[in-house]
């Protein structure tokens, strides 16, 4: 038995999120799917657990074209999949949660689902009590119970998607012997990963994607240089830095701990002095975000103090966050930044300090003129925000940025960008620290961590990892940072 | 363009609900262009079947413009009926106490019903943004205690001398009632069609010409995006309970000291739930609520008509009102999601 993808394309508008995708792999085999954020891993997991139909190509699982179109679709061929977040209800008993998308009629035979449970789970060296309500079970309890019913189900094809996020070393370790035996049963075990040391402890051979291309094929061992290198890519280029002489601190935290799910930060001690840029580095959901709601109000620290210019800020709410100068923009720009249905005369409106009750609506009109010039927007003042697109949206974003802005809190402040928009909104964002503002910025691309950083804070498993100065590292180092591993 | 593109399917869907009803009308055998004509001239065929009309308009203005403020604020206000009730309960216990002139009076009752229904769509407001209790279920939970309120004092503590009957509490002095103005040998309801017009335009001036209606706006349309640009977004969806409910209230007003003068147990006249029917239609807009309420209340005062005429119940207004606005939320829907189709063929999904 083989699980063979041949040729798999999937389109989102113009992002190529599978671009051509093929590669085979044999059953008994334990396959690594590496690569970074948005490189195509998850797309095409979901593509082959039936969340969505490919563009083109054909997955073939044993000899035999599969037609994929909802999940129920591929649990029938055999594959299932394992999200991070296990998908698990949680009121409900493990047992209800054992049967709950079986195949079959009306009739629910407990006793009988109850025995096939202890059967296939004894199996497996799992041990469940039906009865427990499975929102008391650990992540990793829960994992074994998902992984249980795929196999009920007939599962040939197991997909884990970032499986170790959120759980114990333990239980880590007895998830990697349930991988490993299910392998040597003869199963295909996909293991999608962007933690290399997992991946070269486990796999069997991997596969690299980037950019929705297969990059890289090959048996375990490899050398971590060389899956690093296919990963991130080559080239990264030094530019010049633009250092420029830092006042002093503004932003202080003292012993901070911060908890947001599975993100703990503990005793964190951090300073970023006036003018500072500092990038944020790791993968998504390492706890970048965690820090910058923090720092901008929205999480309350669990311990620790932190300071803006001065003024004690812990647990002080958002808007005192606000009004002491500290301005925070979302990586979602239409959903926690600006508001559908609302022009761009009118945002501005939203935001300036002067306005009275009744709207003057030729001065807002005027404004926004202003704006829309100085900021190269295209769009009309009357042109509502979802109209504009992602790079015009960022833009009106940072016209709406207070001028008297201390300290600024970004994330992905060019994702989805053209190079020409990037460039832009970096240009004015480094005007203002010339001013005197200071930026934390989390980013994804290390090319943009690298050029614009003065130091860059790398997150791994939802602590701090590393920090550098920016021009004493490279993207290599990164690389090797944000995969959770020091330089060798 | 975008006009027309949002009109055509509207006048389509109006069409439809029409070929609908007239095909109901078939199937219970009454003859339907009759049965259309007689509904015109239920409803405007004489002065006191226009001065009726125009006084179920009042209520149903003043409750649809306090929807477009909630639903403004992304608010399904479904407590609006029992903001009306709670509105002519305190405006039927001013009308029973104070005593003084008309000119006292009458405005204490306008001011008591406003307080009455703020009061009371404040209390839904407070369950959903302090007690997590979303606005549909407070209000309907609240909409059945109001009731239960208004049938309590009918039958208990204001009841009528010597009877306790559902029928109502004895009639108020003149001096609390409305005053209407003789012309054309009936009583016309000038002060109530002010007051409900009036509503609809500070309604829409709000939503217009100030930063309170933009913000409410913005609030409605993503709160957490308004929350993150410095708006206090609890204070303002308050607000738009507390101006909604107001407004709601005045109807309660209108409907005891204007049309029934005396509190009934049914005071609402279900103008509570049709302003949302109305409000549906108007695509939320305050400008277009004064014509489609007009349609809605001649339907309603028409198909008396029907009853009296052809012995058709009178509840076939409702089933057409109901049918309509199925009809145009469908054709909006169906219209939104093309659109989205042709879309999502070009951009990211």
Redesign the interface.
């Known amino acids: 038995m083989a699980l063979e993808i041949r040729d798999i394309h999937k389109y989102?508008?113009?992002?190529r999120a599978s671009d051509g995708v093929s590669f085979t792999i044999e059953s008994g085999t334990l396959h690594g799917i590496l690569g970074e954020n948005g490189a195509g891993k998850s797309t095409l997991m979901k593509i082959l657990s039936g969340f969505y139909e490919a563009d083109s190509g054909e997955v073939v699982l044993d000899g035999e074209v599969l037609d994929l179109r909802s999940p129920a679709d591929a649990i029938e061929a055999g594959i299932g999949m394992l999200h991070q977040d296990p998908l698990v209800f949680l009121p409900f008993s493990v047992l209800d949660n054992f049967v709950l998308g079986s195949p079959g009629g009306i009739h629910l035979d407990r006793s009988e689902a109850q025995s096939e449970l202890a059967r296939v789970s004894a199996d497996l060296g799992f041990h469940f009590d039906p009865a427990v309500a499975a929102g008391d079970l650990t992540v990793g309890e829960r994992q074994q119970l998902a992984i249980t019913r795929l196999m009920w189900l007939g599962a040939k094809v197991l997909i884990f998607d970032e499986p170790t996020t959120g759980i114990s070393a333990t239980q880590r370790v007895q998830l990697f012997t349930t991988l490993k035996r299910l392998a040597q049963d003869g199963l295909i075990v996909l293991f999608v990963s962007h933690k290399l040391e997992e991946v070269e402890e486990l796999c069997d051979s991997v596969t690299v994607i980037r950019q929705g291309k297969v990059v890289y094929e090959a048996d375990m061992p490899v050398p971590s240089e060389t899956l690093v290198a296919e990963m991130f890519g080559k080239i990264f280029v030094q530019e010049d830095h633009a250092s420029i002489e830092t006042g002093a601190p503004l932003l202080v935290c003292r012993d901070l701990v911060l908890d947001e799910g599975t993100t703990h930060i503990e005793a964190l001690d951090f300073e970023i002095a006036s003018g500072e840029v500092v990038g944020l580095a790791g993968l998504e959901g390492s706890g970048q975000r965690t820090l910058l709601r923090a720092c901008a109000g929205l999480i309350d620290p669990t311990g620790g103090t932190l300071t803006v210019d001065g003024t004690d800020l812990t647990g002080a709410s958002?808007?005192d966050h606000?009004h002491a100068g500290v301005h925070?923009l979302?990586a979602g720009r239409l959903?926690?930044?600006?508001?559908?249905?609302?022009s761009i005369a009118?945002h501005l409106?939203?935001?300036s300090d002067d306005?009275?009750?009744?709207?003057d609506?030729k001065k807002a009109e005027e404004v926004a003129t202003k704006e829309i010039d100085e900021y190269s927007i295209k769009g009309r003042p009357d042109s509502n925000a979802e109209t504009l697109s992602g790079g015009n949206q960022q833009r009106l974003l940072l016209a709406?940025i207070p001028d008297e802005v201390r300290l600024l809190l970004l994330e992905h402040p060019t994702r989805g960008l053209d190079v020409e928009s990037a460039a832009y909104v970096w240009t004015r964002l480094l005007e203002r620290r010339e001013r005197g503002t200071s930026i934390m910025f989390a980013s994804a691309d290390l090319d943009e961590l690298l050029r614009y950083s003065d130091r860059i804070v790398v997150f791994f498993g939802g602590d701090i990892f590393a920090v550098r100065d920016a021009a004493e590292t490279d993207g290599e180092e990164l690389g090797y940072l944000i995969g959770g591993k020091e330089r060798v | 363009m975008t006009r027309l593109r949002l009109a055509v399917p509207t006048l389509v869907s109006l069409f439809a609900a029409l070929v609908f009803g007239v095909l109901l009308l078939l199937v219970v055998g009454a003859p339907p262009f009759e049965a259309l004509s007689l509904l015109v001239e239920g409803s405007f065929g004489s002065a006191s079947k226009i001065s009726a009309t125009l006084l179920a308009w009042s209520p149903l203005l003043l409750a649809s413009a306090g929807l477009v403020i909630t639903f403004a604020a992304g608010l399904w206000n479904i407590g609006v009926e029992g903001q009306v009730i709670m509105g002519a309960i305190a405006a039927s216990w001013v009308a029973r106490v104070v005593p003084g002139p008309g000119w006292v009076v009458v405005p204490g009752t306008i001011l008591a019903g406003a307080i009455g229904g703020a009061v009371w769509a404040l209390l839904a407001g407070f369950l959903k943004t302090h007690g997590g209790v979303h606005e549909i279920f407070g209000g309907l939970g609240l909409d059945f205690v109001a009731a239960g309120i208004a049938t309590y004092l009918v039958i208990g503590p204001w009841k009528r001398a010597g009877v306790a009957s559902t029928s109502g509490t004895d009639i108020f002095r003149q001096e609390a009632w409305m005053p209407e103005f003789q012309a054309f040998g009936v009583g016309w309801p000038v002060v109530p069609v002010l007051l409900g017009l009036a509503s609809v335009a500070l309604v829409w001036v709000l939503l217009r010409g100030t930063l309170f209606g933009l913000r409410l706006k913005s609030v409605g349309n993503n709160s957490y995006s308004s929350f993150l640009l410095g708006i206090p977004t609890n204070r303002y969806l308050l607000g738009a309970f507390a101006l909604g409910g107001a407004l709601a209230g005045i109807a309660g007003t209108v409907q005891v000291t204007a049309f029934h003068h005396k509190l009934v147990p049914a005071i609402s006249g279900g103008y509570g739930f049709l302003a949302i029917l109305v409000v549906l239609l108007a695509g939320f807009s305050a400008a277009l609520v004064a014509p489609i309420a007009l349609f809605f209340v001649a339907i309603s005062v028409g198909s008396t008509q029907l009853d009296l005429r052809l012995g058709l119940d009178s509840a076939f207004g409702g089933v057409l009102q109901g049918v309509i606005v199925l009809f145009v939320m469908f054709g909006g829907a169906f219209a939104a999601r093309r659109a989205s189709w042709s879309r999502s063929t070009q951009e990211e999904p």
């Open positions: 989102f508008g113009p992002v958002y808007r606000l925070y979302p959903e926690e930044g600006l508001v559908e249905g609302i009118e409106v939203l935001v306005a009275s009750f009744f709207i609506w709406m």
